[in-house]
């Protein structure tokens, strides 16, 4: 095989990439100076080792059988890592393509290999790397905008980055030295005890945790992450890792938007002229008495007209038609009880919903006049009234009804007036 590394060596000594030709019988052919160089070897001590030889003792074994292949005819191209020992015993780690080399110019036309190797992260050794990735973690772990921190199986504090330092406004050493109590309300503090319980028994842990926190200050922050529990060498609860970070003022904005929600749904129920309920409010609210109407509870509808707005209309302008209904309202909301609702549903209608009273009592203290301005006339409302649950179950069937008297009361002080 005298020849072939005449044939080899000058085009592999072309190459910068790492790359070896070995003979079917596992002797060096060829190899790049870059592939000496990495593991920091003479071709001559490459030769001398083997094809075995420089491989991570562990990993001999499936080398061997990747020769015993190439022996047996096996000509596919494989892809797959390998750990190569330096002049020092240094581990390099590296990514090797193997594809078969048939030299047809030699006599005998003996195949070899080509193994093509590309080394993770250059030429450093296993010990090297790892130190590499370490500091590389350690670096994000402190300059990481989300606070990171571990608990033991107790839930004292391990470990924690600057920005869980920020979060909670003590040093680690301070973390490390405060109960949980002093840090969580009692009823968080339960529920990590629960938590830790419900790892320990097996059960479903939630990954996602939102929680108060409260700072030396007294200040309570609220705080949202990441959970992960990890289980000790017995099977036991170990280290949980928490990655958070402060919502606050998320927590904050969300609960203006209720409220903004909330007031918005009430006004969208509020008469804006007289500050009662408008004509939405009541509908829902007599649907609820339509349900408990099913259930044996009566409620009396009264719906009442006001009697002079048209002359201050006329006299005064329409203006002064608002002020009236506002006077109106005012009046009504004043001659009924606290848990009575008044609703102003019309133009110049209103409805009263109320239980547990006599009728024409309430009636007629809804028919007194009510003062307005002078020389305006005083102001007075014609009423009718019904009673859902005992005239009727239907709503609708009672508030026609309510109207129908109303208008009827109408008509009837028109005609006692003379108009």
């Known amino acids: 095989m005298a020849q072939k590394p005449a044939l080899l ?10 790359l070896v030709a070995w003979g079917a019988d596992g002797s060096l052919l060829a190899c790049s100076a870059e592939f000496a160089r990495l593991l920091d070897l003479e071709a001559a001590d490459i030769a001398q080792r083997g094809r075995l ?63 093509e190797c590309i080394a993770v992260g250059g030429a450093l050794d ?15 772990f402190n300059h990481i905008a989300e606070a990171v921190y571990s608990l033991d199986s107790r839930g004292t504090v391990v470990t924690a980055n600057p920005a869980a330092e920020r979060l909670f406004g003590r040093t680690l050493a301070e973390m490390q030295v405060t109960h949980e109590r002093e840090v969580l309300s009692r009823e968080v503090s339960r529920q990590a005890g629960t938590l830790r319980d419900l790892f320990v028994t097996g059960g479903r842990v939630p990954r996602r945790i939102e929680f108060q926190i409260r700072r030396p200050d007294g200040e309570l922050r609220w705080v949202s992450g990441s959970l992960l529990m990890m289980p000790d060498p017995e099977g036991g609860l170990g280290r949980s890792w928490v990655v958070a970070r402060d919502v606050t003022a998320l927590k904050a904005r969300e609960q203006e938007l209720a409220e903004t929600v909330q007031e918005a749904q009430r006004q969208a129920k509020v008469d804006a002229l007289t500050g009662l309920g408008n004509r939405r409010a009541f509908d829902e609210a007599w649907d ?21 707005l048209k002359v201050v209309n006329d006299r005064a302008g329409h203006a002064d038609g608002d002020e009236a209904i506002r006077a109106m309202g005012t009046a009504l909301a004043q001659r009924t009880r606290g848990n009575d609702r008044v609703f102003r549903i019309g133009g110049d209608e ?16 809804l028919r007194e006049p009510v003062p307005f301005r002078d020389p ?36 009837e002080r028109r005609a006692a007036h003379g108009r």
């Open 9 to 18: 060596q000058p085009l592999l000594d072309t190459m910068t990439a790492p």
């Open 53 to 115: 030889g420089i491989v991570h003792p562990d990993d001999r074994p499936s080398e061997q059988a990747r020769v015993e292949a190439r022996r047996g005819g096996d000509a596919a191209a494989w892809t797959h890592s390998a750990r190569f020992m330096t002049r020092a015993g240094r581990v390099v780690r590296a990514s090797v393509r193997t594809s078969p080399l048939r030299l047809d110019a030699t006599a005998d036309g003996e195949a070899g290999d080509l193994v």
């Open 126 to 140: 296993m010990r090297e790397a790892l130190d590499e990735q370490a500091r590389q973690y350690a670096t994000l």
């Open 288 to 308: 609820v008495c339509g349900a408990l109407a099913q259930a044996g509870q009566q409620t009396v509808i009264f719906v009442l007209d006001v009697d002079e």
């Open 350 to 365: 209103f409805a009263v919903l109320v239980s547990n009273v006599e009728p024409e009592v309430v009636a007629e203290r």
């Open 376 to 411: 305006m006339p005083l102001l007075a409302a014609s009423v009718g009234w019904a009673v859902l649950g005992l005239e009727t179950d239907d709503p609708g069937e009672a508030f026609r009804m309510a109207d129908a008297r109303m208008y009827e009361a109408k008509r």
